[in-house]
């Protein structure tokens, strides 16, 4: 396998089969340390169970760090168009804190997200963690100013106004485009309950195309990847 740096991402030449075969297999260990994460929260066994919890884990962590890469996991892509951000905190398929949030472009021009946050979003008791709600709503929003991933944003300011708690659990967010103007994209947002309730947190943001992306009408000529939050 070659690789060629290029600023914030770097190209594999690697095939999509392969690389879906990978986040398949370390997609399930991500969701195995994820059922780890939230069981430590809520476990009440005694300290003997602990130690032998503890010495397992840290057998695992052995195992893997046999043969484990140096610094952060970076966005890469394949010549075919493929790219995958495993370590990313929203999204990532390898990171075992992501939900991991998965969107979805609909026809009405509206991007949606449903997902499930658990213990280890908590904030205030039984409510998702004000900061994990900034965190979705700042990575939807971006992904949605990215137009299908056909430009490169970075988040410029985002304003948020909290109206209730949201109970952890299913939640589901929603984020459109509000206005384009050169390289600045304003988006709207929201998150809250999966139900009928409505929004719990809204949000505003501007986003903004950087220069060094923008080709002479406003294209992004970098490889695939979206927002970079």
């Known amino acids: 396998m070659s690789e060629l740096s290029l600023g914030s991402f770097s190209f594999e030449d690697v095939p999509t089969e392969e690389v879906e075969a990978a986040e398949e297999l370390y997609g399930g260990l991500a969701a195995d ?10 476990s009440r066994v005694d300290a003997g169970r602990v130690a032998e919890a503890r010495e ?6 052995d195992v893997l760090a046999r043969d484990a890469l140096d610094g952060p996991a970076g966005v890469h892509y394949n010549a075919h168009g493929r790219s995958w951000n495993w370590g990313n905190t929203v999204v990532g398929v390898r990171n075992a804190f992501a939900p991991p949030v998965r969107l979805v472009w609909g026809d009405d021009d509206v991007v949606r997200s449903a997902v499930t946050l658990g213990a280890a979003y908590e904030g205030p008791p039984g409510s998702v963690h004000g900061g994990v709600s900034a965190l979705l ?16 944003t970075v988040t410029g300011t985002l ?3 909290y109206e209730r708690p949201i109970p952890l659990g ?23 309950p999966d139900d009928d ?3 719990s947190v809204r949000a505003s943001g501007l986003f903004i195309v950087p220069s060094w992306a923008a080709g002479p009408h406003g ?3 970098t490889p695939p990847g979206g927002s970079l939050d």
């Not at 340390?33 to 809520?42: E, G, H, P, S």
């Not at 397992?56 to 962590?61: K, N, W």
């Not at 206005?179 to 947002?189: D, F, N, P, S």
């Open 219 to 221: 294209a992004d000529p």
């Open 137 to 152: 709503l700042d990575h939807l929003m971006g992904e949605t100013a990215s137009a299908r991933h056909t430009r490169l």
């Open 197 to 199: 309730s409505g929004p």
């Open 170 to 192: 299913p939640v589901r967010m929603e984020a459109r485009v509000g206005k384009e103007e050169g390289r600045k994209v304003t988006v709207e947002g929201w998150i809250g």
């Open 56 to 61: 397992l884990v840290q057998g695992a962590a």
């Open 33 to 42: 340390v994820r059922r780890l994460v939230d069981v430590t929260i809520r």
């Open 159 to 161: 304003t948020l106004r």
